[in-house]
């Protein structure tokens, strides 16, 4: 018989038809949740051993939720002084780990293979989900590796289709703060915030990636703003936060998350 006409056919288009739908759906859901911030915003992080090694199994052993109380800190804290009417804006989980690797990114910007990676990453992601509590609004997949094996890491990436992302870190307790400022950075694209540095020299964008643009003089600044990702030193230099604290969130940033109008 020939496939054209067999039921199963039309029963496999409604089957994907209603997966497209509900996708499409639980993002709508996920994004007016962070257009309004009446509620706290549930992130859970899945922490997977990326190189296999003993140091990322032993340091992924160790974590806690506790471990990323830092980023709840500064949600708060940052809320607070943008005058939001929400105590937490952001709780975050951590899920028990996941054993299997998430598709590798597609190199360059092609709009097409983004949106497929995103697909199969989502695809992939509800397979593998290994968290058990109330379901997450935002879900990042944090990659550990061995710094002494790999000094230099992939890119991380936050999506907002989805609000779903895989962030590549060190399995190092020094790291800690910086792992933590990157996991933010990815969080905050899946919140809809755009990066804020240009790509040629890694230096933030003026005023946009600035905490301070108004400050005089202008260098150094004390913080980096959390999607420029360095702190100005000059007019040169610009260097890695090592922590939250010396993190925040700028006006534009604040805008593009519906914090202010
Ligand atoms: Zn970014």
Redesign the pocket.
């Given at each position: 018989m020939p496939q054209r006409s067999s039921p199963w056919r039309w029963i496999r288009i409604a089957v994907l038809l209603f997966i497209l739908a509900t996708v499409a759906q639980s993002a709508w859901l996920a994004r007016s949740r962070t257009a309004e911030w009446t509620s706290s915003l549930r992130v859970v992080i899945y922490p997977i051993n990326a190189d296999g090694s003993q140091v990322s199994a032993a340091y992924v052993g160790q974590l806690r939720s506790a471990s990323f109380e830092p980023i709840e800190a500064f949600f708060k804290g940052e809320g607070a002084r943008y005058r939001l009417p929400l105590r937490d804006p952001v709780e975050v989980k951590l899920a028990p780990t996941v054993a299997s690797q998430p598709p590798a990114p597609p190199f360059g910007g092609n709009r097409l293979a983004v949106v497929a990676w995103s697909l199969r990453l989502r695809y992939w992601a509800w397979w593998n989900d290994t968290w058990k509590g109330l379901r997450p609004h935002a879900r990042l997949f944090v990659a550990y590796y061995d710094p002494a094996a790999r000094p230099r890491l992939p890119h991380?990436t936050?999506l907002q289709q989805g609000m779903i992302g895989v962030v590549n870190a060190f399995a190092r307790a020094d790291m800690d703060g910086s792992n933590n400022v990157v996991i933010t950075?990815?969080l905050l694209?899946t919140f809809g915030a755009t990066?804020k540095y240009d790509a040629a020299g890694n230096r933030p964008q003026f005023p946009d990636g600035y905490v301070e643009p108004n400050a005089q003089p202008l260098h150094p600044q004390q913080q980096a703003e959390i999607?420029a990702?360095r702190i100005p030193v000059s007019e040169t230099r610009a260097e890695i936060p090592a922590d939250m604290d010396q993190v925040a969130i700028g006006l534009k940033t604040a805008r593009e998350i519906h914090w202010v109008k």
């Amino acid at each position: 018989m020939p496939q054209r006409s067999s039921p199963w056919r039309w029963i496999r288009i409604a089957v994907l038809l209603f997966i497209l739908a509900t996708v499409a759906q639980s993002a709508w859901l996920a994004r007016s949740r962070t257009a309004e911030w009446t509620s706290s915003l549930r992130v859970v992080i899945y922490p997977i051993n990326a190189d296999g090694s003993q140091v990322s199994a032993a340091y992924v052993g160790q974590l806690r939720s506790a471990s990323f109380e830092p980023i709840e800190a500064f949600f708060k804290g940052e809320g607070a002084r943008y005058r939001l009417p929400l105590r937490d804006p952001v709780e975050v989980k951590l899920a028990p780990t996941v054993a299997s690797q998430p598709p590798a990114p597609p190199f360059g910007g092609n709009r097409l293979a983004v949106v497929a990676w995103s697909l199969r990453l989502r695809y992939w992601a509800w397979w593998n989900d290994t968290w058990k509590g109330l379901r997450p609004h935002a879900r990042l997949f944090v990659a550990y590796y061995d710094p002494a094996a790999r000094p230099r890491l992939p890119h991380s990436t936050g999506l907002q289709q989805g609000m779903i992302g895989v962030v590549n870190a060190f399995a190092r307790a020094d790291m800690d703060g910086s792992n933590n400022v990157v996991i933010t950075h990815e969080l905050l694209h899946t919140f809809g915030a755009t990066d804020k540095y240009d790509a040629a020299g890694n230096r933030p964008q003026f005023p946009d990636g600035y905490v301070e643009p108004n400050a005089q003089p202008l260098h150094p600044q004390q913080q980096a703003e959390i999607m420029a990702g360095r702190i100005p030193v000059s007019e040169t230099r610009a260097e890695i936060p090592a922590d939250m604290d010396q993190v925040a969130i700028g006006l534009k940033t604040a805008r593009e998350i519906h914090w202010v109008k």
